[in-house]
T-cell receptor, first 119, second 112 residues
Framework: NAGVTQTPKFQVLKTGQSMTLQCAQD?????MYWYRQDPGMGLRLIYY???????DKGEVPNGYNVSRLNKREFSLRLESAAPSQTSVYFC??????????????????FGPGTRLTVL | SQQGEEDPQALSIQEGENATMNCSYK?????LQWYRQNSGRGLVHLIL?????REKHSGRLRVTLDTSKKSSSLLITASRAADTASYFC????????????FGTGTKLQVIP
């Protein structure tokens, strides 16, 4: 099992360009997440998807769109990149392992990250 | 806004010493998680402690939770150079039952 995979690993964009970050998981998890990590800020949630076909905004959604293509894949799109979007982006997934677990107890599994620079 | 805040922000110790890092949070929770992040990598789940637990062990890790003080601590005993990483606490997000909020992290350096 590959776990959570992300592509690309690195990307440099010019201001105004667009791109899509891809994420896939093979753990049959219902929930998937996109975070950004900036120095001194920890991880901040951009968007999440509680199940296939649903998406919802997180803490910092402005400038981003997402698509939950199917249960495995969750993509993040920057329509018009800005220097403020320079960051490391992480995708994560979570799902119930035990019947008695509630969603608040689910651990999250992270991808290796995408380092994005916007010039 | 951040729910969890780690303290200290950075910690440097000698190999073999114990490392303690703390997490404080603001609202009532039913569980708290700790994650590790090696440089340039994604986060890895270490341990989850439920609100009805006061202490939990996993190998060289010991986690405590004090719900009255809204705080948790992570103790790494007999540290190794491989423990060098950033450590984050995560608490359930107040706005959604499947989301968590991460703290800003403690950067631990273990000197061989």
């Amino acid at each position: 099992n590959a776990g959570v995979t992300q592509t690309p690993k690195f990307q440099v964009l010019k201001t105004g360009q667009s791109m899509t970050l891809q994420c896939a998981q093979d753990m049959n998890h219902n929930s998937m997440y996109w975070y950004r990590q900036d120095p001194g800020m920890g991880l901040r949630l951009i968007y999440y998807s509680a199940s296939e076909g649903t998406t919802d905004k997180g803490e910092v959604p402005n400038g981003y769109n997402v698509s939950r293509l199917n249960k495995r894949e969750f993509s993040l799109r920057l329509e018009s990149a800005a220097p403020s979007q320079t960051s490391v982006y992480f995708c994560a997934s979570s799902g119930r392992r035990l019947l008695q677990e509630t969603p608040r107890q689910w651990e999250q599994f992270f991808g290796p990250g995408t380092r994005l620079t916007v010039l | 806004s951040q729910q969890g805040e780690e303290d200290p922000q950075a910690l440097s110790i000698q190999e073999g010493e114990n490392a303690t890092m703390n997490c404080s949070y603001k609202t009532s929770i039913n569980n708290l998680q700790w994650y590790r992040q090696n440089s340039g990598r994604g986060l890895v789940h270490l341990i989850l402690i439920r609100s009805n637990e006061r202490e939990k062990h996993s190998g060289r890790l010991r986690v405590t939770l004090d719900t009255s003080k809204k705080s948790s601590s992570l103790l790494i005993t007999a540290s190794r150079a491989a423990d060098t990483a950033s450590y984050f606490c995560a608490t359930p997000h107040s706005g959604g039952y499947q989301k968590v909020t991460f703290g800003t992290g403690t950067k631990l350096q273990v000197i061989p």
